[in-house]
């Protein structure tokens, strides 16, 4: 069974940067492509960045240029780093594995002006 914990949310002033951390328990992590999703109240959880198993990224339009996305296989772990950040950023930002579709339980992350 696979478990996903995020951390790192928090309030943050708008131009600040936060780095959110997904821990991946279970063996088949380092093949498994592993994205950042968000959800902000009222709207729809959708892509924000995607890294595969050899490091190939993928980003939303509204992040690229701000966001990265990047792994660590042996310690299990994905990150996102939220440099410049926007009070549209303002959601709740979950990890998936794929292909199984684990999801983590999210973490708050609230821009401010």
């Known amino acids: 069974q696979v478990q996903l914990v995020e951390s790192g949310g928090g309030l943050v002033q708008a131009g600040g940067s936060l780095r959110l951390s997904c821990v991946a328990s279970?063996?088949?992590?380092?093949?498994?492509?592993m994205g950042w999703y968000r959800q902000a109240p009222g709207k729809q959880r959708d892509m924000v960045a995607q890294?595969?198993?050899?490091?190939?990224?993928n980003y939303a339009d509204a992040v690229k240029g701000r966001f990265t996305i990047s792994r660590d296989n042996v310690k299990k772990t994905v990150y996102l780093q939220m440099n410049s950040l926007q009070i549209g950023d303002t959601a709740v930002y979950y990890c998936?594995?794929?292909?199984?579709?684990?999801w983590g339980q999210g973490t708050q992350v609230t821009v401010s002006s």
């Open positions: 998936l594995q794929m292909p199984d579709r684990y």
């Open positions: 279970g063996s088949v992590f380092n093949n498994s492509l």
């Open positions: 890294i595969t198993g050899d490091g190939s990224t």
